[in-house]
């Protein structure tokens, strides 16, 4: 069984948000997912967008339109494509 929870770390502890259906002294495995901090600004957000970039395939980042920017429109509600200027 998988269970998810927020957990706070403080003190070499970590707290979990909500109670856990576990039996005392249950033994579990913790994967750690590092969240954005509160205040981390820019620098979180960058480490964030760079893990996500990591995470996907490069085959992935190559199969993306090159001009989604500019077309955003079409891609999103489907309006013709912005010609080349």
Not at 24 to 29: D, H, L, P
Not at 49 to 72: C, F, G, I, Y
């Amino acid at each position: 069984m998988t269970t998810t929870v927020k957990a706070t770390y403080a003190n070499g502890v970590l707290t979990p948000s909500e109670p856990l259906d576990l039996e005392e002294g249950e033994q579990v495995t913790v994967s750690i997912e590092e969240g954005l901090a509160v205040g981390s600004g820019l620098a979180g957000i960058a480490k964030r967008v760079e893990e996500l970039h990591k995470s996907m395939p490069q085959d992935a980042w190559d199969s993306l339109p090159t001009d989604l920017a500019r077309n955003k429109k079409h891609y999103l509600y489907g309006l013709p494509k912005e010609e080349d200027v």
